[in-house]
């Protein structure tokens, strides 16, 4: 999907499993996939390229019970690679797997807030073995996080641009 002046993909609400698979998104503008309001489904996003996009993915209000992953995709050039928004306090048993993607030359590789909404991450939130490098603002980049209901994000085992972790070079 290229140049579309939008999104690539847009779920909203599926009531079925859904895999989105080796695709490639190149300057759709607003976002590449974006997923919200979703009825506890699972989810994969798995070995696509996203290029030249606002958000690279966007995901909102994920319901309990779903199951999201996002592996092995090339998320590039764009303000943020992997967007997460919660804007409901109720949700706190969505399971969110972001593993072995390369987050590059964005402003954020992935951001976690509330929407605007004042609502926090009451979940785990999975972000182990990816790569971060040239994001400009921040590779991970968390807002809003309730670790009293639950919330957790974990970003073990990435690489951060440099052998020293992030921050770079001592």
């Known amino acids: ?13 599926p009531t079925d499993d859904v895999t989105i698979n080796s695709s490639t998104y ?10 919200s309001d979703n ?8 070995n696509n390229e996203i ?16 199951q999201l992953s996002v592996t092995s995709n090339t998320i590039k050039n764009g303000q ?8 409901d306090d109720t949700i706190n048993s969505a399971s969110i797997a972001v593993h072995f993607n390369k987050f590059e030359n964005n402003e954020f590789g992935i951001g976690i807030d509330d929407g605007g909404a004042g609502s926090q991450l009451r979940q785990s939130f999975d972000a182990t ?5 040239g994001n400009s603002r921040a590779g991970l980049d968390v807002t809003s ?18 052998s020293y972790g992030p921050g770079g070079a001592v």
Do not use: H, M, P, R
């Open 51 to 66: 290029n030249g996009t606002d958000t690279g993915v966007n995901l909102a209000d994920l319901k309990n019970g779903t």
């Open 39 to 46: 009825s506890g489904v699972a989810l994969d996003i798995d």
């Open 129 to 133: 073995f990816n790569d971060f490098t």
């Open 145 to 162: 996080v309730d670790v009293d209901q639950g919330g957790v994000v974990n970003a073990n085992y990435s690489y951060w641009g440099s």
């Open 80 to 87: 943020s690679g992997l967007n997460y928004s919660e804007t």
């Open 26 to 35: 190149i300057n759709q503008g607003t976002t590449g996939v974006e997923v």
């Open 1 to 13: 999907v290229t140049n579309s002046n939008g999104v690539g993909i847009n779920l909203e609400d």
